[in-house]
């Protein structure tokens, strides 16, 4: 299972929490200054809807949402473009070219399992490919809007500020670690637990929603991991980092309201999360 849980990981980057709770919202509080934080899973189907309640109620109780990045600008074919485009094989070259001809095998017999096209991502590295393909058939099971998704809709809606934590060229930079992979091993790797995706996400969807972090931290445990060191390191503690101080920076300014931030469950869990580090800064982290 947990294998599977890494590649999943990655494509919804989604997954964690602080300390054993009710759910993944948290305030994060000291003296007079105060930040919601609720994690985001980037993927939910119709049935897991609506929301705990929590997460409305903290919505409302913000005046001010910030989101990893610019969700409109996420949300369009350009940033899909700009994200995917460093994964580009060189022209001429094809995904089949990269693998070794038994990993090739096992990529062509998943596609069909799936019922997908043979020449799915082809023009893709394979460390991309094993992102994708999962998230792929997640969508095919339903999965549409995830939290974060959701919620910035509905900020919108309700004449929210909105802010973002850093731009796309900070995520495609973390993503780009995934380059200095075994394309070859991280393939394989996937393909070889890519059975029932939907039963992971929808324990992790449940955990996420519970605040189990028993099980998230299981599921993180998996991406630190020596063969994943660049990439965790980029993809979350680099990240974390970043966002504090601009956290502290609406921790102080509550004059009107809290800030709601929220981000994928992932960067919420273990000992590199946000949550640890603000609390390590003297800041009491509890459930909302």
Known sequence: ?????????????????????????WRVQKGGQEVLVAGSVHALKPAQLPLPVEYGQALAEARRVAFEVDIDTALSPESSRYLLQPFRL??????????????????????????L???????F?????????????????????GIDVLLHRQAKRTGKAIEALE????????????????????LETML?????????????VA????????????????????EFAHFYQALVVDRNRAWVPQIER??????????????GALHLVGPDSVLAMLAEKGYQVRPY
Request: charged fraction near 20%; aromatic fraction near 6%; proline fraction near 5%.
């Open 192 to 204: 070889a637990d890519l059975d029932d995706p939907k039963k992971h996400v929808s324990l992790m």
């Open 125 to 145: 590295d394979a460390a991309l490919a094993s992102i994708l393909l999962p998230l792929t058939v997640i969508q095919m099971e339903g999965y549409g809007d």
């Open 90 to 115: 060189p022209a001429g070259v094809r995904l089949q070219q990269t693998l070794r001809p038994e990993v090739w095998a096992l990529w062509q017999n998943k596609l069909a399992q799936k019922g």
């Open 207 to 226: 955990a996420v929603y519970a605040g189990d972090t028993e099980t998230m931290a299981g599921y993180l445990a998996d991406l630190n991991q020596p």
């Open 167 to 186: 731009t796309q060229a900070v995520q495609r930079d973390a993503l780009k670690t995934l380059k200095k992979m075994d394309g070859n091993l991280v």
């Open 250 to 263: 609406w921790l102080r300014d509550v004059d009107s309201g809290p800030t709601l931030v929220v981000v």
């Open 1 to 25: 299972m947990k294998k599977l849980s890494v590649w999943l990981c990655l494509s919804l980057w989604c997954l964690s929490a602080w300390a054993q709770a009710q759910s993944s919202v």
């Open 117 to 123: 096209p043979q020449n799915l991502f082809e023009e």
